[in-house]
C-alpha cells in the first residue's frame, strides 16, 4: 500500500515528464598536444550524445609538458518503446 501511496503521489506531482537527461564526462590525455588530447576524449563520447564543454590543463612532467582534457556531455534518454 504505502509503495503505491508514494507512486501516486510521484505520479501526481511530477506528471508524465520525459526523463532527465544523462551526462557524463570523458578525461584523456596527450603527450604530443592540446589538440591531440581533445581528440582522443571527444572519440569516446557515445554516439548521439551533445558535447557541452571541452576543457584543457598542460601539466609540467619533468621537463616535458602533457595535455589533459576533459570533454563533457549530455545525452537524451532513449524514446520509449510502445
Known amino acids: 500500500m504505502r509503495g503505491t501511496v508514494a507512486l501516486s503521489l510521484a505520479?501526481?506531482?511530477g506528471?508524465?515528464?520525459?526523463?532527465?537527461?544523462?551526462?557524463?564526462?570523458?578525461?584523456?590525455?596527450?603527450?604530443?598536444?592540446q589538440a591531440n588530447a581533445a581528440m582522443r576524449a571527444r572519440s569516446q563520447v557515445p554516439a548521439g550524445a551533445r558535447i557541452t564543454d571541452t576543457r584543457c590543463v598542460t601539466v609540467q612532467v619533468r621537463n616535458d609538458n602533457h595535455y589533459r582534457c576533459t570533454v563533457r556531455y549530455t545525452k537524451?534518454?532513449?524514446?520509449?518503446?510502445s
Open 15 to 33: 506528471g508524465w515528464s520525459a526523463p532527465a537527461a544523462r551526462a557524463g564526462s570523458i578525461t584523456a590525455g596527450s603527450i604530443w598536444n
Open 11 to 13: 505520479l501526481l506531482l
Open 76 to 81: 537524451e534518454p532513449a524514446a520509449p518503446q
